[in-house]
Every structure is written in C-alpha cells, then in structure tokens.
C-alpha cells in the first residue's frame, strides 16, 4: 500500500472519495506522482503487526498539480478509523506509523553530533547511521499525557485550548519532562493549565499519535482541591460538565474522545 505526505498532510487525487482515502494509491498513480510531485523521500515502511508494509512518498516544499490535493491527516481520522478509536494496530495504526516515520526521516537527515548527512542503517532497520562518527539515530517518540479529571459529582473537567476549533473542549494534556514520571506530568499539567490539585491516577490505555511524534497516554484522576482557573495561554476556558450538559467534543478517533466516551458510558 502507498501513501503521499507532505508535513501533516496526506496528499490524494483530487476525485478521490472519502471511502476510499485508506485505500492508498495505485502503481499507476505512485508512478504519476513519482514523475509529477516534488518528491524528496521515498521509503517502504515494514509494518509491526504483520500486516503488509506502507509505501511513503514525502514531498518537499512547492504547490500540488490541480490533479491533486492535500488534506489534513487529523481530518482523515475518522475515515482512517471508521468512527472509532485509532489503534496501533491494523491499517490506520500503519498509516499514522508511515506519517511518523516520513516526518522523522526529514527531521534526520543530518547526524546530530557531526553534522555529516545521515544515511539508511540495515534495510531492516528504521533508523540513519552518520558514515562519519557511526551515531545511530532512531525514530524519536514523544510521550504525553492526557487526563480526564471527575469530582464527586462525577463531572468531568474538559477545557478550550486556545488553539482548539471554536467552542469544542477536551481533555487536559501535556508532554512529559525528563526525569518526571507520568504520574506527576498528570500532576503538575493539571495545575498548570487549570490550577487544580488532583489524585487517585489511574491509567488507562495509550494511542500513537504522531503530531507531532508522540505516543499519547491516557489517565484517570479525581479532584482533589483548588479553584478551577484556566491559565490563559494554552486554556481558554476550562468548566465542569453533567453528562447531559456537554459541549462539542473531539473527534471519535482520539484518546482524548475514548477517555470522555468511557465516562459517558459510566467504564471510568
């Protein structure tokens, strides 16, 4: 199977229907594109779980042909997915683990300790070797935490990002610290994007999630004191929510969706 990326974008024909973006593209048109698009990178990608690997092409800077168009891979989730979670697992796992890999593979194209040009260690290997130093370089994989918060009136706490569409709450997250462990990034992201104190963790199930090379893990906590007070830079707003007052939500493929979902259904 082969896919087209250019950064957090998946690049298909422009007829191309939704129900058949996972689909990747045919010989025919790799070989179009290979011959059309401003390519850079061309890797097969073996896959973890037995299945076939994935073809990536990744593309460099300059626009798309009118014959094709890039879409947001965050859009094509829901479609990557069905409706669900994504796994790590089966098609949409593979293809978020192509996404990853691309992304990385620009990210090193230099050794980081000399400078010299990487290169491509085994053919088995998803990894660059520096020919000057010998420096081994691996796929980096960011870990992050995402937490649904519930007090004793069993809400949940869901908040705005400033970054987030309009109106649409989710989950408290952050990226772990060096030296922390996930247990205290619940912690200490919880105080500072909303300024309350939490306990009783729990984990619960993690989700690759490459945007950028992340591998998100999610949590349970409950409200254990302080008043709720966004912190204006990554929260915009941040409130306790019934189960029959809630706001728009995140996509049905996130971690994040899983957590709420969980709740709603009273699994949490």
């Not at 989730?77 to 669900?84: A, C, E, K, Q």
């Not at 649904?148 to 949940?156: G, H, L, M, Q, W």
């Not at 966004?230 to 019934?242: H, K, N, T």
């Amino acid at each position: 199977m082969s896919y087209i990326f250019y950064d957090n974008n998946l690049i298909v024909r422009e007829d191309t229907p939704d129900n058949l973006i996972r689909e990747g593209l045919s010989p025919a048109l790799m070989d179009e594109a290979l011959k059309t698009l401003n390519v850079i990178d061309v890797f097969t990608i073996p896959a973890l779980d037995g299945g076939p690997g994935i073809k990536a092409i990744t593309l460099g800077e300059g626009g798309l042909p009118s014959a094709w168009k890039a879409i947001p891979l965050r859009q094509t989730l829901p479609i990557l997915s069905g409706g669900g979670i994504i796994e790590g697992r089966g098609l949409p796992g593979r293809i978020l683990r192509a996404h990853h890999i691309s992304i990385w593979r620009q990210d090193s194209r230099f050794c980081g300790s000399c400078g010299t040009a990487n290169e491509d260690a085994r053919e088995e290997d998803i990894a660059r070797k520096c020919p000057s130093c010998g420096r081994l370089e691996f796929p980096r994989i960011a870990p992050a935490v995402t937490i649904i918060v519930r007090n004793d009136k069993d809400e949940a706490l869901l908040a705005q990002g400033t970054g987030f569409v309009p109106k649409t709450y989710s989950l408290i997250a952050g990226f772990n610290e060096p030296g922390e462990s996930l247990e205290d990034t619940v912690i200490r992201e919880v105080k500072e994007e909303v300024n309350v104190d939490v306990g009783d963790i729990h984990y619960i199930r993690s989700q690759p999630w490459p945007f950028p090379c992340s591998l998100m893990l999610g949590f349970t906590a409950r409200y254990k004191g302080g008043e709720l007070k966004p912190d204006g830079v990554e929260i915009a707003d941040a409130r306790w929510f019934s189960r029959d007052a809630l706001p728009n939500l995140p996509g049905s493929a996130s971690l994040s969706r899983h957590l709420i979902n969980l709740w709603l259904e009273r699994k949490l």
